[in-house]
């Protein structure tokens, strides 16, 4: 189903677990002590900028979720998303989280194509409810649409989940070596035709 600001807790609750031990998040917010607040407040704007706009899914009471960017962007103006990134996420950085995380930007967006495509932004199911098939159930509805719209898809991520993506028709486009840090790749997914 599509979430709605009521989920806004339980989805940021589940994403700050799933990503405790991700390459990339914790290359971000390495810092153990500072992780859960960190975490929550970066996972909290991700879904902040999308749900207004019906692209966030989840099941159950958020144990999985996926938030999404459609191809026309998200509905929330760039400088009330400027406001929410610099109230939430840039307020209480510790040291070289920003710079981290603008680096990541900066390195996804050299392999990120220019056509218009729909970005899986964040996909996370609970670690307690894993290999049950709730991040296909919330990737799935979105996919079906882009196939419908013939949009291809797009996303980011650490190593781990690229067999989990292939699966869907996922293809890498490239990796980048983060300064010392882990190794982004992107993915592209073309639309699938009846």
């Known amino acids: 189903r599509r979430a709605t600001v009521a989920d806004r807790d339980a989805v940021v609750a589940t994403l700050?677990?799933?990503?405790?031990?991700d390459p990339l998040v914790r290359w971000f917010f390495?810092?153990?002590?500072?992780?859960?607040?960190?975490?929550?407040?970066f996972f909290g704007y991700l879904f902040d900028i999308r749900v207004e706009h019906g692209e966030v899914?989840?099941?159950?009471?958020?144990?999985?979720a996926s938030l999404w960017t459609p191809p026309d962007g998200v509905t929330m103006s760039t400088s009330e998303q400027d406001r929410r990134w610099a109230d939430q996420v840039e307020a209480?950085?510790?040291?070289?989280?920003?710079?981290?995380?603008?680096?990541?930007?900066?390195?996804?967006a050299a392999m990120r194509p220019a056509e218009p495509h729909w970005y899986l932004g964040v996909?996370?199911?609970?670690?307690?409810?894993?290999?049950?098939?709730?991040?296909?159930?919330?990737?799935?509805p979105v996919l079906e649409r882009a196939d419908r719209d013939d949009k291809p898809v797009f996303l980011e991520s650490a190593a781990d989940?690229?067999?989990?993506?292939?699966?869907?028709?996922?293809?890498?486009?490239?990796?980048?070596?983060?300064?010392d840090g882990p190794t982004v790749h992107t993915l592209w997914r073309e639309p699938k035709t009846t």
């Open 16 to 21: 700050k677990r799933a990503f405790t031990m």
């Open 161 to 179: 989940n690229l067999p989990f993506y292939a699966r869907f028709g996922f293809a890498e486009l490239g990796a980048a070596d983060l300064p």
């Open 123 to 140: 996909l996370a199911t609970d670690p307690s409810r894993r290999h049950r098939g709730l991040a296909s159930a919330v990737v799935q």
């Open 30 to 41: 390495p810092d153990d002590v500072t992780y859960p607040a960190r975490a929550a407040a």
């Open 57 to 64: 899914r989840v099941v159950s009471e958020g144990d999985a």
């Open 92 to 108: 209480g950085a510790g040291p070289g989280e920003i710079a981290r995380l603008d680096r990541f930007d900066e390195a996804v």
